[in-house]
Each structure stands twice: as C-alpha cells, then as structure tokens.
T-cell receptor, first 116, second 115 residues
Framework: GAVVSQHPSWVICKSGTSVKIECRSLDFQATTMFWYRQFPKQSLMLMATSNEGSKATYEQGVEKDKFLINHASLTLSTLTVTSAHPEDSSFYIC????????????FGAGSRLTVL | AQSVTQLDSQVPVFEEAPVELRCNYSSSVSVYLFWYVQYPNQGLQLLLKYLSGSTLVKGINGFEAEFNKSQTSFHLRKPSVHISDTAEYFCAVSPRNSGNTPLVFGKGTRLSVIA
C-alpha cells in the first residue's frame, strides 16, 4: 500500500534556528500533500496544502514566511520552520494523496519538534 | 464547508467489552467518511473508509462503521476490544470529487481499554 515517510521523527533545536522536515511518498506520486500541526491531546489542524510545482496554499492564521513549504517533486515536500521559538514546539504530520485513485490520504509518522 | 463532531472526548471500556465511538458530520454536499487511529507519538493510520456502496464498512483490527445518511452519522464499533486498541480515534470527512480539498477532522476520541 501507499507509504509516506517523514523525517526526522524527533528534533530538538535552539530558539532562533531553522528546522526542515521532509515528507516523502515512497511508492506513489503525490501532486498534493498536506501539512498538519497537532498540539497535545488535540486534533489535527491543517496548516497548508502543498502542490507540486506551485506555491503552497496556507490556512488562515498560518504565517507563510515562518512555515516555508516546498514541493519540488512528485514525491517530496518539505516544511521549514524558520527562526523557531518555543511556541512552535508541536507535532507536525504530513499526508499525501496519490495522484490517481481513491480520495484517501496516507499519513506520515509525524515529526515532534521541541524548541528550547 | 464540512464539519465533524465527535461527541465523546474520552471513552473508557473494559477489555473484551463492546465499544461505539460516535461521529456526526455536517456537509452541504456528498462526502467520503474516514476513521483514523493514532497511537502515542505516531502518525495516523487508516482504520476504514466509506466511499460508496454498502453502508456497513469493515476495517482493520476488527472495527466496523455504519454510514447513516439520514442521521449524518458514521459511528465506529468493535464487538470486543483489546488492550492494544487504546489510542486516539479521529473521524474525518472529505467532499466527494474534492480534488485538492483536505480532510476535515473531528477533535478525536481517546479510547482507554481497562484490563
């Protein structure tokens, strides 16, 4: 079945640094990937929709300059948290929709970011 | 726009007992429905989905759900739970033929199975 790999699974960084999270579709092509953020014991909040070869579409309230998304190929989307602060600490999850087939999302295992 | 309501934030249940996790949705268009499970510090795993056809959908790990259009519900059930079913369960909805429209999730229900 469809597999989405997310890396790194855990990352700790100092305040002010930037962190890049990768999301790869391993056995299918994904023209669309979604980035979600999850706070402890809460549901997933959509941050942005990443489209291959074009600019990402950000949800209201999400700073596009802070959360840079790049979807340069059909199998890779990256989320870069720039100048991270402690309030950016969260669980980030990506998901991908196969370019063909049923409307089902496959999720990555998530990346836990802790900003000190 | 779509919305999903999971009425129970927490559901404790004894091992081998049956369980039902409730999900209601709101949408002005036809939808696809999903249940996902999330184990601690992990991503989401698809349990089952309703796309079309039979309204009773069987998924992995012995779970099933029934789509009820008139009640706009998609409740998740399992006749006998195991300790390993302890996790967070999310109901989600997507408009049919949605193209790039992402899933809309409910707030989740934490299932705690007690030995």
């Amino acid at each position: 079945g469809a597999v989405v790999s997310q890396h790194p699974s855990w990352v700790i960084c100092k305040s002010g640094t930037s962190v890049k999270i990768e999301c790869r579709s391993l056995d299918f092509q994904a023209t669309t990937m979604f980035w979600y953020r999850q706070f402890p014991k809460q549901s997933l909040m959509l941050m942005a929709t990443s489209n291959e070869g074009s600019k990402a579409t950000y949800e209201q309230g999400v700073e596009k300059d802070k959360f840079l998304i790049n979807h340069a190929s059909l199998t890779l989307s990256t989320l870069t948290v720039t100048s991270a602060h402690p309030e950016d600490s969260s669980f980030y999850i990506c998901s991908a929709r196969p370019s063909k087939g049923a409307n089902v999302l496959t999720f990555g295992a998530g990346s836990r970011l802790t900003v000190l | 726009a779509q919305s999903v309501t999971q009425l129970d934030s927490q559901v404790p249940v004894f091992e081998e007992a049956p369980v039902e996790l409730r999900c209601n949705y709101s949408s002005s268009v036809s939808v696809y429905l999903f249940w996902y499970v999330q184990y601690p510090n992990q991503g989401l795993q698809l349990l089952l989905k309703y796309l079309s056809g039979s309204t009773l959908v069987k998924g992995i790990n012995g779970f099933e759900a029934e789509f009820n259009k008139s009640q706009t519900s998609f409740h998740l059930r399992k006749p006998s739970v195991h300790i390993s079913d302890t996790a967070e369960y999310f109901c989600a909805v997507s408009p049919r033929n949605s193209g790039n429209t992402p899933l809309v999730f409910g707030k989740g229900t934490r299932l705690s199975v007690i030995a």
